[in-house]
């Protein structure tokens, strides 16, 4: 799969706040969307929706091939085994190592360690930090963690990453090396999404741009940049 599809898609926050209104978005296995907009735009709670942290006010949301209107809450986890999620903040847990980390997710799913230690040594080798599997998260760079946070992602094979301003906390040489790693994952055909407020990213890794205004889609383009002329 590696599919989204959101159909009129509506989320009001309980005090009051309509966060999306009416959305409507289409994404193609093995494509690289950038959301876009100033901070309070929408693009969190749309990013949240897919991954099911969030429930819409209406409409309809395919990831993956589930439907989100029918997904049951113990099926939630079923869905989210197809997704990588990374995180502005990383996300990462403090007391368990880089390489403990990685392989945690495969160690809930029953996996033996053999194949636990294959998986992680071959997706920190992805990420460049195989000599970091034994030290703790905060021996680390915000760039470092980063890095741990997207093996931690990818380490399942998920056909679509979710990205919430993954370079939020980090300067933009490092910045540009996390989108180097990003634009990897894309190439061998795994859907990537990222919400962002990075111009600088954005046009220099050009890929299809959407723009969210006041919780509205205002801007679908191909090869955009992350502003447009009127
Ligand atoms: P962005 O990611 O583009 O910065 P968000 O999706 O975080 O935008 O926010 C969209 C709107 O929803 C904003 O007005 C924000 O204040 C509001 N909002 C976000 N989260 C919540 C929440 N948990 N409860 C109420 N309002 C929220
Ligand atoms: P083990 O039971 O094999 O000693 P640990 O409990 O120390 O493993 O670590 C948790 C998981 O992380 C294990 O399933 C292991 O396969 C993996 N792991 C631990 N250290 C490394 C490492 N240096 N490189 C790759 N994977 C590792």
């Given at each position: 799969n590696g599919t989204i599809k959101l159909k009129e898609v509506t989320k009001n926050y309980p005090n009051g706040v309509a966060a999306l209104k009416d959305i409507s978005l289409t994404v193609?296995?093995?494509?690289?969307?950038?959301l876009v907009g100033q901070s309070g735009a929408g693009k969190s709670t749309?990013?949240?929706?897919?991954?099911?942290?969030?429930v819409p006010t209406s409409g309809e949301i395919t990831v993956n091939g589930f439907d989100l209107q029918h997904l049951r809450e113990r099926e939630v986890p079923k869905l989210r085994r197809t997704l990588g999620v990374v995180f502005q903040d990383f996300k990462l847990l403090p007391k368990m190592t880089v390489a403990e980390n990685v392989g945690y997710a495969l160690h809930v799913l029953g996996k033996n360690n053999d194949e636990i230690r294959s998986a992680v040594t071959q997706v920190l080798a992805e990420v460049g930090l195989e000599?970091?599997?034994?030290?703790?998260?905060?021996?680390?760079?915000?760039?470092?963690q980063q890095r741990i946070a997207i093996a931690?992602?990818?380490?399942?094979?998920?056909?679509?990453?979710?990205?919430?301003?993954p370079t939020g906390n980090l300067d933009p040489k490092?910045?540009?090396?996390i989108m180097t790693i990003f634009q990897r994952i894309n190439d061998r055909g795994t859907t990537v999404i990222m919400a962002t407020h990075n111009q600088q990213i954005v046009d220099e890794l050009p890929h299809r741009v959407v723009e969210v205004v006041d919780g509205q889609i205002v801007r679908d383009e191909e090869g955009g940049q992350y502003t447009h002329e009127l």
């Open positions: 193609q296995t093995g494509e690289f969307v950038y749309l990013v949240k929706l897919l991954y099911r942290e969030l000599a970091q599997a034994d030290h703790f998260p905060d021996e680390l760079s915000g760039g470092q931690r992602a990818i380490v399942n094979s998920p056909q679509i990453v979710i990205a919430d301003e490092t910045s540009a090396g």
